[in-house]
DNA sequence: GAGGAGATCGTCT
DNA sequence: GACGATCTCCTCT
């Protein structure tokens, strides 16, 4: 996408979104039994969907572009593969909650648990296209919006990734691990707007060893704001 | 634009 | 003690 087209398309979301922020706290979250599937139907299911964050009486949000889905025990890149310990326990738990995680020393990533209790399937939410609150994740990631010669680079490096869009929505492991995500009470919550997803794509996950074959990534295809360089958003 | 290396610490073996 | 569901910066082409 030509890089004014894609400012001028995110200023005019970002400002319909301001209109209708007030429509933003109304909506529903997604219903627990929509992860109650297994994590290859979810994943591309939640492609469009919104991840709100509260902070005090300001809104946070941004559209799900891009997830991995991982398997629990029968995945050997998942998290859960070896069973049960004390990081990966709210991955047993019941589904439609947050699992963060804390990985290379200095990184947040946050998955929303799938399938009932005992089972350990997850969906790992790798990136965001910002609707609302763009100056709070600009600040909590430590980047400057109002420079308009680096609108463009700004942007897209606020959410576009697993820890990125941690650190823009402040999302943490003590604050959030085992949050309710399907519950408009929690200051963490996936809502839905019935937005309609573009052409959707399927390809292996990014940064893994093992099952790193397995094409269980999904994006929406020709999406800016999908993690990685050019020629894996595509 | 692409590729490589360093940062940094929780988790697991 | 080794590794990692990542990101950023720097160098090279």
């Excluded at 429509?23 to 929509?34: A, E, G, I």
């Excluded at 025990?73 to 998290?79: E, G, N, R, V």
């Excluded at 200095?106 to 998955?111: A, D, G, I, Q, S």
């Excluded at 420079?147 to 823009?168: F, I, K, M, N, Q």
């Amino acid at each position: 996408m030509h890089k004014g087209t894609l400012k001028s398309q995110q200023k005019a979301s970002q400002s319909s979104w301001i209109r209708t922020s007030a429509r933003l706290r109304k909506l529903q979250p997604v219903p627990r039994r929509f992860y109650d599937r297994d994590p290859k139907l979810v994943a591309p299911q939640l492609l469009g969907k919104i991840l709100v964050r509260r902070e005090g009486r300001k809104l946070l949000a941004g559209r799900i572009v891009e997830v991995e889905a991982y398997l629990g025990q029968s995945d050997p890149a998942s998290h859960a593969f070896r069973g049960p310990t004390d990081r990966n326990r709210v991955m047993f738990g019941p589904p439609g909650f947050a699992y963060v995680y804390f990985t290379y020393g200095m990184h947040y990533c946050v998955n929303v648990t799938c399938l009932k209790e005992g089972a350990a399937g997850a969906v790992l939410i790798r990136a965001l296209e910002p609707l609302a609150g763009l100056e709070e994740m600009a600040l909590n990631r430590d980047l400057n919006l109002a420079l308009e010669t680096e609108y463009v680079r700004v942007l897209r490096a606020l959410t576009s990734g697993p820890a990125r869009l941690c650190e823009a929505l402040a999302i943490t492991r003590t604050r959030d691990d085992g949050k309710d995500l399907a519950s408009g009470d929690s200051d963490l919550w996936i809502a839905s707007d019935r937005a309609r997803v573009g052409e959707i794509a399927a390809s292996p996950r990014v940064g893994i060893t093992q099952a790193a074959d397995w094409p269980l990534r999904f994006y929406i295809v020709g999406n800016p704001f999908v993690s990685g360089p050019a020629k894996r958003r595509t």
